[in-house]
């Protein structure tokens, strides 16, 4: 059955009632056990489990510890073009937004590369927009070859491919694919996203496993927090989540945990996500999960940052710059367009130094490519 | 008392092992090493950064240590043989330590992938400690390869559980003819001590000492439960089995009665 076909079977309402009828008590007994179900997911991110928080975070940190010691793995994005054609509505690059719009050349991609590679880290995050007449796959694949001469792994945040684009990547060095679902609401889904080639629900939502099939090493997957009702999406990130792990046993499954930030333009979302809520869902997939990569970016302000460290999280964003070029290409402050505001603007050393006080030890390098 | 673990050329007085992940910093890992007395300490090649200015892993390994390169991350003998050669050509030795995993849930080894792996690795001339899960007939053909010797999991990687494998470890020891070394699972001291009693030449830990609250003090505890364990070994504790069998509560009555 594909996750296509499991997501729809789930009856919406019925997880409300399910959220509702959870009690402090059932979720002592879930945390007491070794054992954990779909269902007790579910109880992990009720209402009720939001009262126990301090109980769940124990064991979240006893798990992450136990599984991913004190670590924290690096990594920054690199946006390599803002060409859109499509009309997000939480995005500033939505191609009814008109500003000076931009694509590093092949030789620009190598000169940011360079420049974040002195820095030590060595794994990147390629982003664009979606574009097949200005960003192709080709280009993409162009740039992956170029980042590897800089990087030990190299991941790309782009339009869902094929599985064959995918497995083309991969020969050229390709490590990681992130891709999000914005949401796992259809209908929600449809009305934030008014035109484009990302109207296709379905397309963007089998992609991650096109990806593993296509043997991509690392996958992360998640909802944009703040689009819809926060305890679905995570459930529903959860369960898609578990459905990867389990049909690609091989492969390193991931969530990011994005919420929603300002940007150029006037959306705000229908749900807000708390930093209380925060917790609970990094907490929720800790426990579900317990080797679950769990990334969290720069949306979230420094102090946040380190005290979600020992919750949960595993990966980190640093130094990160969400417009085209932002780093080395020499772009006026005034054409440049952020794809989102950032909070946590320390540099990478900032950063790393910073997670060495906390006791973690910032990891720049997990990965040796040797195809 | 002298008592020297002699494995791939080498002769070593600690036969503690220790792995390098999962650190709260590179400096703790490096007093961790120094303070267990390790002659023999496994790093992850994924974690080797010689191009990085300001950190690389091995800066941090005392020089009287041994680095067993693992292989972590590949997911075929193909993937461990590549990481291996890129290794060697990166001049970090040729004690290797075979991990192959196509599994991220539970991290167990993939036996039969790992036998390929040592087949080629040992004809390559590399020194190869292959992680399995406990198997006779797996473990047999590991050493009729050539491998330096075999490393039984202990529990999953990480787990802490202790010697869940024990009988099956105690099959390996008491049928092949390399040493048996226990890796992955040991959660307390007491978990390294129970191997070495039973006749494992020597023990690999990692997150048990890396996630401690102290580090160097839990590295100096295991360092002691494994010499103890050992000095039981080799005094004959199992001898005690013989001497509770001549008192012979069942059958006394025969020699009672003529």
């Known amino acids: ?371 | 008392m002298e008592d020297f673990l002699e494995i791939g050329g080498k002769k070593l007085s600690s036969r503690l092992f220790v792995g390098t992940g999962k650190f709260p910093g590179n400096a703790v890992m490096r007093d961790v090493l120094l303070a267990s007395g390790t002659e023999v300490t496994t790093v992850a090649l994924r974690r080797v950064d010689p191009d990085s200015a300001a950190e690389n892993i091995l800066d941090y390994v005392p020089h009287a240590c041994t680095v067993m390169i693992n292989t972590s991350g590949a997911r075929n003998a193909e993937e461990a043989v590549r990481i291996a050669r890129l290794a060697r050509a990166g001049g970090t030795g040729s004690w290797i330590k075979i991990e192959v995993i196509a599994d991220t849930r539970y991290l167990l080894p993939d036996n039969l992938e790992t036998l390929k792996a040592v087949e080629a690795l040992v004809k390559e001339g590399f020194t190869v400690f292959p992680y399995m899960s406990p198997d006779l007939s797996v473990a047999r053909r590991m050493a009729d390869c050539g491998a330096a010797a075999v490393m039984p999991l202990g529990s999953p990687i990480g787990s802490n559980r202790g010697v869940k494998t024990k009988e099956l470890v105690r099959i390996l020891i008491d049928e092949i003819k390399i040493p048996v070394i226990v890796d992955a699972g040991l959660g307390k001291p007491s978990d390294a001590c129970e191997c070495m009693e039973m006749g494992c030449e020597a023990v690999l830990v990692n997150t048990a000492i890396a996630i401690a609250e102290n580090p160097v003090e839990t590295a100096r505890a295991f360092a002691m439960a494994v010499r103890a364990g050992r000095l039981a070994y080799a005094s004959g504790i199992s001898g005690s089995v013989e001497t509770a069998r001549a008192s012979s509560p069942l059958t006394g009555f025969l020699r009672d009665n003529g």
């Open chain 1, 1 to 371: 059955m594909s996750f296509y076909e499991i997501l729809s079977a789930i009856d919406r309402q019925g997880l409300d009632r399910a959220f509702a009828a959870f009690s402090e008590g059932s979720i002592g007994r879930i945390l007491d056990s070794d054992a954990m179900a779909e269902e007790d997911f579910l109880a992990l991110l009720s209402p009720a489990a939001g009262n126990c928080l301090e109980e769940m975070a124990g064991k979240a940190h006893r798990l992450t510890l136990q599984f991913f010691g004190r670590t924290i793995q690096l990594y920054t994005p690199l946006y390599v073009s803002d060409y859109c054609e499509n009309q997000c509505l939480y995005c500033s690059f939505n191609s009814c937004n008109s500003f000076k719009r931009k694509k590093l050349a092949l030789n620009e991609v190598d000169a940011e590369g360079a420049l974040i590679a002195a820095t030590g880290l060595r794994h990147i995050l390629l982003l664009t927009g979606e574009s097949k007449a200005k960003s192709p796959v080709s280009y993409i694949r162009d740039c992956v070859r170029i980042l590897n001469r800089h990087f030990s792994s190299v991941s790309i945040e782009v339009y869902p491919l094929t599985e064959e684009d995918y497995a083309g990547m991969v020969s050229g060095g390709l490590d990681g694919l992130t891709l999000y679902q914005e949401t796992y609401d259809e209908d929600v889904y449809r009305s934030i996203h008014p035109a484009g080639p990302k109207r296709d629900f379905r397309f963007r939502l089998d992609a991650p496993e096109r990806g593993a099939s296509a043997r991509i090493r690392q996958v992360s997957i998640g909802a944009l927090l703040g689009l819809a009702d926060w305890r679905k999406e995570a459930f529903l990130t959860g369960l898609h989540a578990k459905y990867l792990m389990d049909r690609f046993p091989d492969v390193e499954i991931g969530v990011s945990v994005p919420r929603l930030r300002p940007f150029s333009g006037s959306f705000q979302g229908e749900c807000r996500v708390s930093d209380r809520d925060l917790v609970q869902i990094i907490l929720a997939f800790r426990l579900f999960l317990p080797r679950l990569g769990i990334s969290l970016s720069t949306r979230e302000d420094p102090g946040l940052r380190e005290n979600l460290m020992p919750l949960g999280v595993t990966r980190m964003s640093a130094g990160s710059v969400t417009s085209v070029g932002g780093r080395s290409v020499d772009t006026h402050e005034s054409e440049k367009l952020l794809q989102f505001e950032v909070a946590d603007h320390r540099s990478i050393p900032e950063i790393a130094s910073r997670i060495r006080q906390k006791g973690y030890e910032p990891v720049m390098k997990d990965w040796v490519p040797f195809s």
